[in-house]
């Protein structure tokens, strides 16, 4: 075959292998263009995980109607004009691919009004043509795509479950959600509303975002980081060593409120607590990176994760020493150095038993809830890994002196009062106070905890105050209902943590025997639970059984 020009349909497909790869790529890209569109409220509508319907509506500037057929011509864009406009860029798109590609896969329609034009307009792609009509509406754009990778099959068959591909959208959303808190965002799944998210335009309303997307148990142990260093500045919040996952799934870096991946950022996040965390286990973090548009290069992948820095290694220092800095900086009233750290949370274990062995001792992991010890090779105990953690945590707090070490939640926690139980609490303040907890009355039917102790990351604070509210409990109850109302999951401890407790177990073993979370077992009963637990007894199974 001869050299020949690909026509714009077969280069379309071409560049939209790169830039559309599923419906989560589609959401991404029109929510970068709704942004660059100074939009202030965005409402996102999906049917069937995004395979048969994407709608994306927003308030912004809109797109007139002589430019409606620019809009989905390859390399045609609004952002910018001449070749030095690539290394000032502050908007999100600027390639000028999306939305020629997408129209290329998928059948697409395009609604959109300036404020400063009489009517809007309607353009239509399909494999039929483009066709254009005025339509009535109000100003900002909508864009329908409709039947994704329809006229592509084969890339239909790489495509996940509805559940799944519905996952990567709302991780999108959610990421995005955090790059723009000024816009208010909804998300609608088969015609019922997941996601809403109200404008965060305060500090306050920003952590309110934070708290819905990132969870209670983040902002528990989160500390705020803002540093600067001349041109380069880093804000956002990160995790100390309560909140390790197995996984860096949260960890968001955003650059110029772009969310990026890039490996030098990740790399020095992981240097910066390599000290602190186990390894296999890692941070969470938001963060926000702010350089000069024309100290680092996007325009390294169409899909704009990829970056590159002028100065790397500058880069990569600053923020290993901003993180460590904060890291080490004392978040609490008063320190306190634990024999052992308290146990965190972590993402679920599903692997068969596994051998884990001591000095004289071997021990079988069941799974995440029991474990078989084994003595001298004849004795077999069945031990309660949630009832070791409680006497685990339990031992730790008889170590540390009192008022208990606290820190301020970076967003207050609302509970509701039962009837008559202002009273009590007012009884219990200076108490409650003593272990860590301060809280304020907001009138007559709720509370507003702010500070925990650090020494309990896991505290139900909710589950907590609500289980105090009838009774009168003096300092030794107080203290028994914070271990009781940890929110500790047998099925989310790591292995770590898990041989963390075996050695504890082993230092404390007569009184592991007096509280039953050792139970002695004969050789056929433990030969029958190593089987049981090969076949029936994984943590899915367990927890409906």
């Avoid at 792609?125 to 329908?144: L, P, W």
């Avoid at 274990?349 to 001792?361: A, K, L, V």
């Avoid at 509970?415 to 139980?421: F, K, Q, S, V």
């Amino acid at each position: 075959m001869r050299i020949q020009q690909l026509s714009p349909s077969v280069s379309n497909q071409i560049a939209a292998g790169e830039v559309i790869e599923r419906p989560a790529s589609v959401v991404k890209e029109l929510l970068e263009n709704a942004l660059d569109a100074n939009a202030t409220a965005i409402t996102v509508e999906l049917g069937f995980g995004g395979l048969n319907l994407i709608k994306i509506s927003d308030n912004g500037q809109g797109i007139y109607a002589e430019d409606l057929h620019l809009a989905i011509a390859a390399h045609a864009t609004s952002k910018i004009s001449q070749l030095t406009d690539l290394y000032t860029i502050t908007t999100m798109g600027f390639r000028g691919e999306a939305l020629a590609s997408i129209a290329s896969v998928s059948r697409m329609s395009i609604y959109s009004k300036p404020a400063d034009q009489t009517h809007g307009m309607l353009l239509k792609v399909d494999e039929q043509g483009i066709h254009t009509q005025m339509f009535a509406r109000n100003q900002g754009t909508t864009i329908e795509i409709r039947d994704l990778f329809y006229n592509i099959p084969v890339r239909k068959t790489f495509l996940k479950s509805e559940r799944l591909e519905y996952q990567a959208i709302e991780l999108v959303v959610k990421q995005f959600a955090l790059s723009a808190p000024h816009i208010a965002i909804t998300l609608h799944h088969n015609q019922k509303q997941t996601l809403q998210l109200p404008k965060a335009n305060c500090d306050q309303s920003r952590l309110k975002r934070v708290k819905k997307l990132f969870g209670q148990a983040f902002l528990n142990d989160a500390v705020a980081i803002h540093e600067e260093h001349e041109q380069f500045s880093m804000q956002g919040w990160i995790s100390q060593q309560a909140y390790q996952r197995s996984q860096r799934d949260k960890q968001w870096i955003y650059l110029n409120n772009r969310l990026i991946k890039d490996k030098l950022v990740l790399q020095a996040i992981g240097q910066a607590y390599q000290e602190l965390l186990h390894p296999g286990r890692y941070a969470s973090c938001i963060l926000y990176l702010t350089l000069p548009p024309d100290q680092v290069d996007i325009n390294v992948h169409p899909t704009k994760y990829e970056v590159r820095f002028r100065d790397p290694r500058t880069i990569h220092a600053l923020i290993v020493s901003g993180l460590a800095n904060r890291l080490h900086t004392p978040a609490t009233v008063s320190n306190v150095t634990l024999e052992h750290p308290i146990l965190t949370r972590a993402l679920p274990t599903t692997e068969s038993p596994n051998r884990i062995s001591g000095e004289s001792s071997d021990w079988i992991i069941l799974n995440p809830q029991f474990a078989i010890l084994r003595l001298q090779s004849t004795a077999y105990y069945l031990v309660d890994i949630v009832k070791l953690q409680h006497h685990y945590v339990a031992l730790s707090l008889q170590k540390i002196s009192y008022p208990f070490p606290h820190r301020a939640l970076l967003v207050p926690v609302r509970i509701p009062l039962e009837t008559a139980a202002d009273a009590r609490l007012e009884q219990q303040r200076a108490t409650l106070l003593n272990l860590g907890l301060q809280f304020d009355f907001i009138g007559t039917h709720h509370i507003l905890i702010r500070t925990m102790p650090i020494n309990l990351p896991l505290l139900d604070l909710e589950r907590f105050f609500l289980s105090i509210q009838k009774s009168d409990y003096d300092q030794n109850d107080l203290i028994q209902q914070l271990i009781a109302c940890q929110t500790f999951d047998a099925y989310n401890t790591s292995s770590i943590e898990r041989e963390t407790l075996i050695d504890f177990c082993l230092q404390h073993w007569d009184s592991m025997l007096t509280n039953q979370a050792c139970l002695h077992l004969d050789s056929a009963t433990c030969q029958h639970l190593m089987r049981q637990s090969r076949t029936m007894l994984t943590p899915e199974r367990a927890l409906t059984s």
